[in-house]
């Protein structure tokens, strides 16, 4: 394998959150006690791709106080950089999770309204220093969902970033729970992906923010071509494109990836997910395996492998981050899933 990582910085910019989850599996009307874990799109990135060797900044705005710290000495234990990260406001982002299970759905209420990263001033961060040395740029569709505030800063950094040659990648990631402070994600979402060169999308994000629509009756390898090739008509920088695709069959969920790289469609092998642990969190696990193995400069298809591996063993998982090896994941690749014990 060739490793590129040691020369490799990527810088992320997004809400570092806390996650209250309902114990033992009750509903939010039966809580009694939670459970608490760190997570935020962009923080999960980051935990992945630390672990991984890859050195990585995570940048956001939180309130001086002892919550804030708990997020960050998380963050720490997987050597994620926050130096960069700045402090005002009165409170860091909450968000409830009540977790289904094969009959209902999991449900997520946000907290999120007025918090420190909600209400970062425009003019707050000095892109071009916190970017100095960074060789890629990552962020996703909830950071300008969560506010206009938000927005502008994350337009501030995409365009320092491009100014720099940095390259950027996007995850679309738009959530039904935000967008609401008047905007509407189609006015905000396209000037902000134009510059990326990479980005993992889905068909509903593109849709939403773009309005391609592709035939619901054709096959997901066409629907994804098709959506390519109308994507680089508004991404004109664009040259990587990877979705992650999850379809039920009875209690079972079937998960895979399709990679657009190089003029290439590479597709991983489908996963028949028996047990979910925890979904919350496997987007970002496939976004940072992609991250890593773009930057390694593994081949199309070891690059959709080790994605989709990554979003695979992130439902193992309790909490946002996957917490995992280069080791296990290679494992995983060449031996799927198993329930020895290794010992």
């Given amino acids: 394998m060739n490793t590129n990582t040691s ?13 209250m989850g309902i114990a033992n599996g009750n509903r939010f009307t039966q809580a009694k006690e939670m459970q608490i874990h760190i997570g935020g799109a962009e923080a999960n990135v980051c935990v992945l791709l630390s672990q991984l060797g890859i050195k990585t900044n995570y940048i956001t705005r939180l309130p001086n106080n002892d919550l804030s710290q708990l997020a960050l000495n998380e963050l720490h234990k997987y050597n994620v950089n926050t130096t960069d990260c700045i402090y005002g406001g009165d409170r860091i982002g909450l968000y409830f999770i009540e977790s289904g299970n094969q009959i209902r759905q999991s449900q997520v209420i946000y907290d999120r309204n007025n918090s420190a990263f909600a209400t970062i001033a425009e003019d707050e961060i000095n892109w071009d220093e916190v970017l100095e040395n960074t060789t890629h740029f990552h962020w996703s569709g909830i950071s300008p969902g969560v506010s206009n505030e938000a927005s502008l800063v994350c337009k501030k950094a995409i365009l320092a970033a491009h100014h720099k040659g940095i390259t950027i ?17 189609s006015e905000i979402m396209p000037e902000l992906l134009y510059y990326s060169t990479i980005t993992i999308a889905d068909l509903d994000s593109t849709e939403i923010y773009f309005g391609i629509k592709t035939d619901k009756n054709d096959s997901d390898s066409n629907r994804f071509l098709k959506t390519y090739e109308l994507l680089k008509e508004k991404m004109p920088y664009l040259k990587t494109l990877a979705m992650s695709f999850r379809k ?3 209690q079972t969920h079937l998960y895979s990836g399709m990679l657009l790289h190089k003029g290439e469609l590479y597709e991983s092998k489908p996963y028949l997910i028996h047990l979910v642990t925890d979904q919350i969190g496997s987007g970002d696990a496939f976004t940072a395996g992609l991250l890593y193995s773009l930057k390694n400069d ?11 591996a990554c979003g695979v063993i992130k439902q193992s998982i309790i909490g946002d981050f996957a917490i995992t090896t280069p080791e296990e994941i290679n494992h995983f690749i060449k031996n799927g899933s198993s329930n020895r014990i290794n010992r």
């Avoid at 020369?7 to 996650?19: C, D, H, P, S, Y």
């Avoid at 593994?298 to 994605?307: K, P, T, V, Y």
Wanted: glycine share 10%.
């Fill in 7 to 19: 020369q490799t910085k990527i810088a992320t910019f997004g809400e570092l959150l806390l996650r």
């Fill in 169 to 185: 990648s996007s995850d679309f990631n738009f959530r039904t729970k935000l967008w609401q402070y008047g905007k509407n994600p």
């Fill in 248 to 250: 039920s069959e009875g």
């Fill in 298 to 308: 593994l081949s199309g298809q070891e690059c959709i492998n080790w994605a989709t």
